[in-house]
């Protein structure tokens, strides 16, 4: 069975492992913190490719940042990475063939192939951490669009209310679904500068009557972006993932946006491919497993 | 060269015309109000299919509502449109092959083959006129989802506004980037039930101060919109058509749109494939040109 070295390189982490063509684990995952230098990150490119490489047929990465259609270079720097680190020469770094691919975007490939959208022509996944991610299947392709970019999740949710995004510009989903804007809708709704994602979901287990208030805010802010892309793509299903994404009830949002949409009814998931999701969902693409 | 019969059915009219391969139309282009009955609309669908279909490969209808992805009949039902008029067996009115496709999808073929984003991959078509319409081409196909409904533009602008919208639902697009959308702002912003979308357009032309600031509002909602689906969609371009397209200015909307995305630069244009574009649109689909 082909197998190819994935590496995902996150703003804080990153990891590498030997993956086959099952998306199965084969080696024990490398976790290295994700330095703050250009040459950081280049050294422990090398480090690990030299040591698995003779091992795999390809390499793949799973990196934060837009990734051009060739899938040879990111195109679009992200604030979680070194300046500069765009112009790295992934194809460059290994005799092998190179594949890069956004995170999120190998993430949904994971979820497709092996995952929560598995058999699935049309799926939408949401990552909800920190920020938002999304990657789009469509017709059992990953959907990239013209420069590679799509499936940025910056549609405007309330374009009156100037809460700035991490994007540059403001109102958009990522600034209400993400964990940072669960904080945001906390420190308004409670007048609390202080107020923590934490404290919020702490006090859910308590059935404290503000923080669920705030808490079901949130979900429905997340509801109605779901509603949206519903009506947009008329997928087979939208998952979730994300380390945000366990304490959405996708009952209750499956059941809400099926009431609302005027496209036929959905499936509203949580992901099943694991924490390593990117690293997977890359080696697969580089493998060509589809 | 061959040619197919298209049919437009809309809610107040039905057209109809031979069209080439080349998407001319080359037959006067017959229109019948269109009547209130299901037995009406039958019988004008009989007349013109035994007047043309000898000179034809192929009967190509565009029509409201949504079309299942096999494009032989209407999935859901329009309020346009009489009832029981998804129960029409498009495929049995013809000895020909029939071929039925979504109005708006169809235009936005159009305008991929012949029109305003003819060339380019990935376009996003918004028909503005009483209501808003959405076509989808990605890798020069139709984009039509899992049942055939995709590109319903009812994503929700101000989830917290509660304006009921077409569909049902409340706070979509639709219903501030339409028409009617337009006329509902101009009753808020200037407090008068009887204000009209016709009052707003003209008052422009006096340079009216509060009638260009609601029409500014209009532009500026249809422009929050179009910014999302470009982060979406990463689309080569965004065409406006529809009765209220006229009154955009498109190059304020690409100036604004590119300012604020994190994907790739987009057009943003104008529809050019004319009044016909549906009816052409679902011909030139019937005949397989792509």
Known sequence: MKQALGIDVGGTKICA??????????????KYETPKSLNGIKDIFK???????????????????????ECSKVISSTGNLVEGYRTIEFTKLSNKPVYVENDANAAA??????????????????????????GIILNNKLYKGK??????????MYPDKRR????????????YASGTGLKITAEEML????????????????????MTDVFNKWQNDILMG???????????C???SGSMAQFIDTDYIEKETNSQIVTQPTKILKAQAGNYSGMIGAALLALGVN
């Open 226 to 236: 779901t509603i949206g892309l519903c009506n947009i793509f008329d997928p087979d």
């Open 238 to 240: 939208v998952v979730f």
């Open 17 to 30: 492992s030997v993956i086959n063509e099952k998306g199965e684990i084969i080696t024990e995952v490398e």
């Open 109 to 134: 490939w994971a979820e497709h192939i092996i995952g929560a959208s598995k058999g699935m022509a049309n799926s939408i996944m949401l990552t909800l951490g920190t920020g938002v991610g999304g």
């Open 191 to 210: 007048n609390d500068k202080n107020v923590t994602t934490y404290d919020v979901i702490n006090s859910l287990k308590a059935n404290d009557k503000k």
């Open 147 to 156: 420069s590679g970019s799509a499936g940025e999740m910056h549609f405007k």
């Open 47 to 69: 480090n690990i490719i030299s040591k698995y490489e003779n091992d795999v047929t390809s390499v793949a990465f799973a990196t934060a940042g837009a990734v051009n259609n």
């Open 164 to 175: 700035h995004c991490t994007c540059g510009s403001y109102d958009c989903f990522e600034a």
